[in-house]
């Protein structure tokens, strides 16, 4: 159990489009989802809070306007890297908790041209 | 503020050697949790335990084992007789009970077993 997938899992695409990543939770109900970015060889920087039904909470220096956040429903969370450039070229993670855990989708490689 | 320590940046053993890998945290929760996960070249983080602050008991899990010391605040993970398959990235994770389920991750440690 507590299956979280990602969709697509890399994704290239030119400096200035925007792309959306998926993330769902296969086999449970997560009112809070969360999304990560990781560098190379470095660790996970949390980028914000997703609740269901409501606005997502950013952590400092994120943009919101940039990285959209929407979680429609208690199963799906959608990331939205809008007019996207090459510095936003990243390992995108997606989780979502069930009780006290935090269970990762496979994440999405993102490269802009 | 919390903070995860792991000292050990990489770590390179033989195969069938034990490997402990280090983790020390700083919180000021009463109530908190610890985590491990496993991220291996793929990049999917798996999750490994999950501690609660108010349990020290030691767990086991195959060639797993987990030893939490509140006294020292560290929550160390050592596998025994490692195998190749092991090698991957290793995090500690902290999750205090103010933080809403936020978790502050470790740098991690890169671990290589060796055939």
């Known amino acids: 159990g507590a299956v979280v997938s990602q969709h697509p899992s890399r994704v290239i695409c030119k400096s200035g489009t925007s792309v959306k990543i998926e993330c769902r939770s296969l086999d449970f109900q997560a009112t809070t989802m969360f999304w990560y970015r990781q560098f190379p060889k470095q660790s996970l920087m949390l980028m914000a809070t997703s609740n269901e039904g409501s606005k997502a909470t950013y952590e400092q220096g994120v943009e919101k306007d940039k990285f959209l956040i929407n979680h429609a429903s208690l199963t799906l969370s959608t990331l939205t890297v809008t007019s996207a450039h090459p510095e936003d070229s990243s390992f995108y993670i997606c989780?979502?908790?069930?009780?006290?855990?935090?269970?990762f989708g496979p994440g999405t490689r993102l490269t802009v041209l | 503020a919390q903070k995860v320590t792991q000292a050990q940046t990489e770590i390179s053993v033989v195969e069938k050697e034990d490997v402990t890998l280090d983790c020390v945290y700083e919180t000021r929760d009463t109530t908190y949790y610890l985590f491990w996960y496993k991220q291996p070249p793929s990049g999917e983080l798996v999750f490994l335990i999950r501690?609660?602050?108010?349990?020290?008991q030691n767990e086991i899990s195959g060639r797993y084992s987990w030893n939490f010391q509140k006294s020292t605040s560290s929550f160390n993970f050592t596998i025994t007789a490692s195998q190749v398959v092991d090698s991957a990235v290793y995090f500690c994770a902290l999750s205090g009970g103010t933080s809403y389920g936020k978790l502050t991750f470790g740098q991690g440690t890169i671990l290589t077993v060796h055939p």
């Open positions: 501690r609660n602050s108010f349990d020290e």
């Open positions: 989780s979502a908790r069930t009780g006290y855990t935090q269970y």
